[in-house]
């Protein structure tokens, strides 16, 4: 059979090395954490602690604030030192809700496991999962509820549990696929009963042969589910590329997975869901990956979330001399960040530090209309043309060419001989569109 | 606070990490594929061949970065595309040329063609061959003085050098053949003779042992070179092909002297400037179209284009002339080929 995959792409070095066979280690609990507000797509928590108060783990400290939100769990016991502007991840600076710990990690009495979780009906468990403070853990960090409330003209047929892990560097899902097997299907059993669809996929890259096969022995017992697998190229887990991969469905501009039948979730979303319903288990914890050439011993961490940079960097042995970029996440779609005073966050998949010359930015050449970018577009769009269109400000051409359809992959900016800022030029025009369009209401 | 009194980290937009290749790495590799061609040319014309070739690589690099220091601009002739442009340049003209005209055509492909419509990448045409049409358009003794028309079909051997062209060869005899009753039958039998010959001198045409410009004759050292640029993603199939692909088509349908389908496609393809054209300089990145799609029917125009001249035209040769002109159909062509966005609705309303 041929393999499944879709136009475009590139082959970035994978870096998977370093954390692949490392199995993922608990980080001892931290003395303080920053929990942030805003952790997901939508509107932030409102925090329900005050100053002083003591709390214990897995209690919830902040409330969703709208459909599209999500509540806040504590990840740590001890007392609330307060609510303060810390470093944010994504947004620069944030609220967050700083607790210190009483050194005894104690926690909520209300989890325990519940043998029937199968049975209980869909609200239940979609109650739950709200509950629980799941948002996307792929990184994009949408409220997982919501995506799982489609309207109801919206007909779903098909689940897809993404554990492409296209990034390079990241392992957290490959070693949660290896280690967790059996909490990542029942996810997906769960996904599946309460969108009531039969056919359930979990799309793996070639790249990761063990994952593959553990998850085909957890799923052999349920005919309803496949595993497929995908060769490596990113990015194969955008969800899109990975929808035409998996089912050759395209996804429709400006469209949703929804409007063709399909909702797809991160693996380690799928093990959070099951935990939530089958334990009442809140979303406190995540996996992250401490990777890179300027770590002194790279590792999957499962990190309380709130735990700063710092202290899960010096669980890794710390940084070397040559560090020269900090991103949260991949290379390709990472964040940078200024130092590692920065909260793990629900969409941390990896701290991701580079060298130097790793880091370096090479100057801009012209673009000498190579079409490489056009090649490797995965959304089949002309990153150079649009580029330069923005630069001109010419924003109503950008439109008519798609600009809004562009999935930030980065690809683009990768494959450029020229080295040209062409998602990031792509991002500025994109963000200048909606802004304009908000403010004509 | 500590925060402040810690190193600060490069922050920037994603992604974070880039392919190895650049611009000058591409240009380089471009300029070692064309060595093969370089030292054919220097066994089957001589050491003229490497002068010519030097000094328009020296006219078209110091040219290039005076402009760029008058303009004070960033001097980026280390990217070797001023290289590149001296090199083909040489390669289209004749082994006889007097030594000033390649210094002549440097300058006026680097400074008009290149610099003035703004530097590397945003030049309309491809500057050496433009160049080259504006030297056959300036001097066209000294651009064609070495190959007049032939009274007899001698093609191998080094004498070759100060006799025709084998498409030269074959447009003359071509003529004679289709009008019989303007020549007497000795030259009628020359020139059937003529176009015989030229079909059995495959290996010559392979080799590159027949009359030409310095760079276009040796088909073999131009196809290594095509294949270190294959082998480094500088070229892909589509232009070279297509092209290639047409001009033959075209030429086994109307360049026969018996009627439709009896052309020699195979002599079209080996002779002239096609390989040459085709792998180096139709496929110039700046002067081509940017989509799949868009290089295709670049290069279908070309094709078309070549042959027209070639069969119809008042030139022996017209890869330089067909590739010129589709280069400026470049922007029309991208604009008309947008790829089809994933996703895209057909609007049902």
């Known amino acids: 059979m041929a393999k499944k995959t879709f136009v475009g792409g590139v082959h970035p070095y994978e870096g998977k090395e370093f954390t692949e066979k490392k199995a993922i280690e608990k980080l001892p609990l931290p003395q303080r954490v920053a929990i942030p507000l805003q952790q997901h797509i939508g509107a932030p928590a409102k925090a329900l602690v005050e100053k002083g108060q003591e709390v214990k783990a897995g209690e919830k400290i902040a409330e969703a604030s709208g459909f599209v939100s999500v509540p806040i769990h504590s990840s740590i016991s001890g007392k609330v030192k307060g609510i303060e502007k810390v470093n944010h991840p994504v947004s ?56 799982l409330s489609p309207p109801p003209d919206k007909k779903i047929d098909t689940v897809i549990l993404n554990g492409a892990e296209c990034e390079p560097y990241l392992t957290a899902d490959h070693r949660l696929m290896l280690e967790h097997a059996d909490d990542i299907v029942a996810g997906l059993r769960i996904i599946m009963k309460i969108l009531n669809v039969q056919q359930g996929i979990i799309g793996i890259e070639d790249n990761k042969p063990d994952a593959i096969e553990v998850m085909r022995k957890a799923v052999k017992d349920f005919n309803n589910i496949q595993v497929y697998v995908f060769p490596v190229k990113y990015p194969q887990g955008a969800e899109k590329q990975m929808i035409k991969a998996a089912l050759n469905r395209e996804v429709p501009s400006g469209g949703l997975p929804m409007d063709v039948g399909v909702v797809v979730q991160n693996v380690g979303t799928a093990k ?64 940078a960040q200024p130092n590692l005073q920065v909260p793990v966050v629900k969409g941390t998949s990896g701290i991701l530090i580079l060298e130097e010359h790793e880091a370096h930015v090479p100057a801009e050449d012209p673009c000498i209309a190579c079409g490489r970018c056009v090649e490797v577009c995965p959304m089949h769009l002309l990153p150079t043309t649009l580029q330069i269109l923005v630069e001109h400000e010419n924003y109503t051409e950008a439109e008519r060419l798609h600009i809004m359809d562009c999935i930030e992959c980065g690809s683009c900016s990768y494959i450029c001989p020229s080295n040209r800022r062409l998602v990031q030029g792509i991002r500025l025009g994109k963000r200048k569109i909606l802004e304009a369009r908000r403010k004509a209401g | 606070m500590s925060e402040t009194s810690e190193k600060l980290f490069v922050v920037t937009s994603s992604p974070h990490i880039r392919d190895a290749d650049s611009v000058p790495k591409i240009m380089w590799t471009v300029n070692i594929a064309l060595l093969p061609a370089l030292l054919a040319a220097v066994y089957f014309f001589g050491f003229k061949a490497l002068w010519v070739t030097l000094l328009s690589v020296i006219a078209a690099v110091v040219t290039e970065a005076a402009i760029q220091k008058l303009a004070k601009k960033p001097i980026r002739v280390h990217d070797g595309a001023a290289v590149i442009t001296g090199i083909l340049l040489a390669f289209n003209l004749p082994p006889s040329v007097p030594w000033w005209m390649p210094v002549v055509g440097s300058v006026f ?136 692909g047409t001009v033959a088509v075209l030429a086994w349908i109307f360049g026969g002297t018996e009627g439709l389908f009896t052309g020699n496609w195979i002599f079209h393809i080996l002779s002239g400037g096609l390989i040459l054209g085709a792998f180096f300089m139709a496929t110039d990145m700046v002067t081509s179209p940017i989509t799949g799609k868009g290089q295709i029917i670049f290069a279908i125009g070309t094709g078309i284009l070549t042959v027209a001249i070639r069969i119809w035209g008042g030139y022996p040769e017209g890869v330089s002339y067909a590739i010129l002109l589709m280069n400026l159909t470049v922007p029309l062509i991208d604009r008309y080929t947008v790829p089809k966005v994933f996703g895209e609705v057909k609007s049902n309303e």
């Open chain 2, 109 to 244: 492909a680097i400074a008009i063609v290149k610099e003035a419509f703004g530097g590397l990448g945003y030049n309309i045409l491809n500057p050496a061959l433009a160049a080259r049409a504006f030297l056959l358009a300036s001097w066209p003794v000294e651009m064609t003085a070495s190959w007049v028309a032939p009274k007899e079909g001698t093609i191998s051997g080094i004498a070759a050098i100060t006799s025709a062209t084998p498409l030269n060869l074959l447009k003359q005899s071509a003529k004679i053949i289709a009008s019989p009753e303007k020549f007497d039958p000795a030259q009628l039998q020359a020139a059937q003779d003529a176009i015989a010959k030229l079909s059995s001198s495959y290996t010559n045409l392979l080799i590159g042992n027949v009359g030409g410009c310095i760079g276009e004759t040796s088909v073999i050292a131009l196809l290594i070179g095509a294949l270190i640029m294959f082998y480094r993603h500088v070229i892909d199939w589509r232009i070279p092909f297509t092209y290639i």
């Open chain 1, 272 to 335: 959070a869901m099951y935990e939530a319903v089958a334990y009442h288990k809140p979303l406190t914890h995540r996996v992250v990956t401490v990777t890179g050439a300027a770590v002194n011993e790279p590792k999957n961490v499962l990190v309380p979330i709130g735990t700063m940079f710092e202290d899960v960097v010096a669980f890794c042995g710390g940084m070397k001399e040559s560090a020269g970029k900090i991103v949260m996440g991949g290379p390709m779609m990472g964040l």
């Open chain 1, 92 to 147: 620069g600076r944030g609220e967050a809700i700083v607790i210190e710990s009483d050194g005894e990690d104690n926690w909520v009495e209300t989890i325990r496991f519940e043998e029937n979780y199968l049975e209980l009906d869909s609200k239940e468990m979609l109650e739950r999962i709200k509950d629980a403070g799941i948002a996307g853990l792929g990184g994009a960090t949408f409220p997982t509820h919501v995506k």
